[in-house]
């Protein structure tokens, strides 16, 4: 079972993928802000990124995993204010 460390690391590096592979399969006006939203998150860690892997997935898909990653975050500790805007502004967009 990962520590809580691990599990936010983990969280993170899905949340970060999400967004920007929501970023690349966005039309340009809504990709720019989902980059927004990936260098907020990066924002919130000094601009330390963990490596991304390659997600193949549809729109929707994708910001259930970002759901999903950002609850993880927020259960390891993770900024819940933060975090929370830059879901509810993901699932606006």
Known sequence: MPSE????????????????????????????TFRELLLTLDDLHDGAT??????????ADLLLWLESAVRRMIAAGGDADALELILRISRAV
């Open 50 to 59: 963990p490596a991304t892997y390659p997600l193949i997935a549809g729109r």
């Open 5 to 32: 460390s691990q599990s936010y690391a983990t969280g993170y590096a899905t949340a970060r993928t999400c967004l920007a592979t929501l970023a690349r399969i966005s039309p340009e006006c809504t990709a720019i």
